[in-house]
C-alpha cells in the first residue's frame, strides 16, 4: 500500500530522474522546481553529469528551507509565508461557517532569494 505523504510529497529521489534528462537536453538553460527539495535532486543529476550550475543551468526551488542557503551551490530560491498563508486561509473558513462574507483574501507577496544556483547562461 501506498502512503499518502509517498504520492504527493516530492523528493529528491523522484527528482533525480528527470535531472538526469534535462542533464542530456543541452537546450534546457534553467530549472525551476516544484520545491528546493526537488531542486536539490535536480542538482545532483546536473552534477553528476558534468553540468555547471549556473554556467550551464541554473536552478531555482521553492520554499526557502533553512538548508538551501547551505547547498552547494546554495540554491536560488522563491520564499513564502506559509504560516500566514494558512492563517489566512483559516481566517476565511472560520468568517464562511460564521456566515459571514469571506471577501477576497490578500495575497501574500513571494520574495526570490538569489544564492549562487542561478547566472547568465553560457552560449551553448
Known amino acids: 500500500m501506498v502512503g499518502f505523504s509517498n504520492i504527493f510529497e516530492p523528493t529528491l529521489k523522484t527528482s533525480y530522474r528527470p535531472g538526469v534528462r534535462i542533464a542530456g537536453d543541452r537546450s534546457v538553460t534553467a530549472v525551476l522546481a516544484i520545491n528546493d527539495a526537488m ?45 500566514e498563508v494558512g492563517r489566512r486561509a483559516v481566517d476565511s473558513v472560520l468568517r464562511a461557517l460564521r456566515g459571514e462574507p469571506s471577501g477576497t483574501i490578500p495575497l501574500i507577496q513571494p520574495e526570490l532569494r538569489v544564492r549562487d544556483s542561478t547566472g547568465r547562461p553560457l552560449k551553448h
Open 39 to 83: 531542486a536539490l535532486g535536480v542538482m545532483k543529476a546536473l552534477d553528476d553529469r558534468g553540468i555547471s550550475i549556473p554556467g550551464d543551468v541554473s536552478v531555482v526551488g521553492f520554499d526557502d528551507r533553512d538548508e538551501s542557503a547551505y547547498f552547494q551551490p546554495a540554491l536560488t530560491t522563491v520564499r513564502l509565508d506559509f504560516t
